[in-house]
């Protein structure tokens, strides 16, 4: 099985293991405002009894169970018709009720949070369910796709998408949008370039602002994928920016990840990181047509050549380099071929079973580091010393590992 990475800066290890040794209860004073870590919601005045930290006795096991059911008893009778209204279309296939489930999920409203979560455990129960029926094995293919700026992504994804959906799959596309770090707004172009594809009735597009989050995927990309698989979609495609660690973090919530190279320009292995393409189960080379068929008969070489020098990730497949054109349609079938050859190796082998229970524990580990930090920044001790110790660290007066540390003490003496 492919190593899951789980990307946690060392302030937020620190931050992890000062939490550790608080107590399993805190009040919080009215006048602040922190962030409940059992309910993962903002809060005022508060006194949390979960015990979340200390050993997982078997109490907690069955407090995991009464949690949920605190949460669906608290629901009002508006919101328990919203979510039946919900649960009810998504799972009837309604593209209205994904979208609108799909917006809960995105919202930052707290009580909203709470109900995302109710919907997200019952959609994830039917999900089993359907798993069940097929012998365990996974429903929906998840595929992430990535690659630099220009290498038609959105106009590979189309051309795959509508093959997919004339041969009977449904296919949802989540594509990453990058925020402007100044305005927050996102350009939100991935579905105007998908016009064909958008208008077919067995294809979903849901462009996504990444919001400034590291890595170009959205925080509630995970909880979209659930959306759409508990929706009828057969075919999952996560589309990234293709920047930064885009790449690896959606990596670690798909089946297969591939990398699309364009044919033009040089030094193309030396611009790509290698542990990128260590992570890549299929590399596609995209614009293969007219006076390019020969520089990517050139890059699909280079990359073969690449691709035996790096460790397998899989026992049970070998990463392939396929050359494709968008534009005439030439080796789209062949890379869907090589899409199920894969699938099918990793189902038989169990490995992709075993990757999906190893991407749990990423998520919910990332939801943890966040949820950590949301009630470490709104701590009062540190939001008390936190102004004073970012002028000295700015004057110089103090190195940024004392200051990170005199936050942590401050965290940890109430």
């Avoid at 992430?144 to 700026?149: I, V, Y």
């Amino acid at each position: 099985m492919p190593h899951i990475y789980i990307k946690m800066s060392p302030f937020s290890l620190s931050i992890l293991r000062y939490a550790s040794s608080l107590p399993t209860s805190f009040t919080v004073p009215t006048a602040t405002r922190t962030c409940c870590l059992h309910r993962r919601v903002f809060t005022g005045s508060h006194t949390c009894s979960k015990k979340t930290f200390p050993i997982y006795s078997f109490q907690q096991r069955r407090g995991v169970s009464t949690a949920l059911n605190e949460h669906i008893q608290e629901l009002s009778a508006p919101e328990q018709r919203l979510l039946n209204k919900l649960y009810e279309g998504l799972i009837g296939g309604q593209r209205a009720s994904l979208a609108e489930s799909i917006t809960l999920v995105e919202t930052q409203h707290p009580r909203k949070k709470e109900l995302a979560q109710v919907l997200l455990q019952r959609v994830l129960a039917y999900r089993r369910e359907q798993e069940s029926q097929n012998g365990g094995k996974p429903v929906a293919f998840r595929v992430g796709l990535s690659g630099p700026p220009g290498a038609g992504k959105s106009s590979f994804i189309e051309v795959v998408g509508k093959m997919l959906t004339g041969r009977g799959h449904k296919v949802s596309v989540l594509a990453v949008d990058p925020s402007s770090c100044t305005t927050g707004g996102s350009l939100m172009g991935d579905k105007t370039r998908m016009t064909e594809l958008s208008r077919d009735m067995n294809a979903f597009i849901r462009p996504s602002p990444t919001s400034g989050t590291l890595g170009g995927v959205t925080r509630t990309t995970n909880e979209a994928i659930v959306l759409c698989e508990g929706a009828g979609y057969d075919v999952v495609l996560v589309e990234t920016v293709g920047v930064g660690q885009s790449e690896f973090a959606v990596a670690d919530m798909v089946d297969m990840f591939v990398l699309l190279i364009p044919p033009a320009g040089g030094d193309e292995l030396q611009g790509i990181k290698r542990g990128i393409i260590e992570r890549a189960d299929l590399v596609v080379v995209t614009k293969s047509d007219g006076d390019l068929v020969v520089p990517a008969r050139r890059i699909q070489a280079e990359y073969t050549s690449a691709l035996k020098l790096l460790r397998r990730q899989s026992k049970s497949w070998n990463p392939k380099v396929v050359r494709a054109s968008s534009h005439t349609g030439e080796g789209i079938p062949e890379v869907w071929a090589k899409m199920e050859s894969y699938r099918d190796a990793m189902l038989s082998s169990g490995e992709l079973q075993g990757r999906r229970r190893a991407q749990h524990k990423v998520w919910m580990w990332s939801l943890i580091q966040e949820n950590v930090l949301c009630h470490f920044q709104n701590h009062p001790g540190v939001r008390e010393a936190l102004p004073h110790l970012e002028e000295r660290v700015t004057r110089g007066a103090v190195s940024p590992g004392l200051a990170a540390d005199l936050l942590l003490k401050a965290f940890s003496s109430s």
